[in-house]
């Protein structure tokens, strides 16, 4: 279709981009404009932060399965459920709940106020999730 004229138009035109500012896919959204012409289509693109209660809680949300996968490597489910249950020995019993109370002490009393302090949502990403080491 190159080159193909109809009414005096060029029916196949290039795309060449326009504005193309960078984009954190983690924490901004883009969208597309195309702006057809005579000889060419130019695309521009416009790039937005995302809400950042959003991505607070996204974060939030992230470091949560980070922690529960950490428990979970060196603690079963199911020896979490018999620690609940009474089953195992009084010792593993206090070893699990001294695993499980690092994460949700570190999560609690670390990460959740360095998020909250964030005001931007570059700060928010900015916040490692730098869990104790459990094993």
């Given at each position: ?128 999730i730098d869990f104790p080491d459990i094993s």
């Amino acid at each position: 279709a190159t080159g193909k004229v109809i009414n005096g138009k060029l029916v196949w035109r290039p795309a060449v981009v326009g504005d193309n500012p960078s984009f954190d896919p983690v924490i901004q959204t883009r969208t597309i404009a195309r702006v057809v012409g005579d000889i060419n289509v130019t695309v521009n693109y416009t790039v937005i932060d995302n809400d950042l209660a959003a991505t607070k809680e996204a974060k939030k949300a992230e470091a949560k399965n980070i922690g529960r996968v950490m428990v979970e490597a060196k603690r079963t489910p199911v020896d979490q459920r018999n620690a609940s249950l009474g089953i195992l020995s009084a010792q593993e019993i206090t070893d699990l709940k001294a695993d499980v109370n690092t994460i949700r002490n570190y999560y609690k009393d670390t990460f959740v106020p360095a998020v909250n302090a964030a005001t931007t949502v570059q700060e928010v990403k900015a916040v490692v999730i730098d869990f104790p080491d459990i094993s």
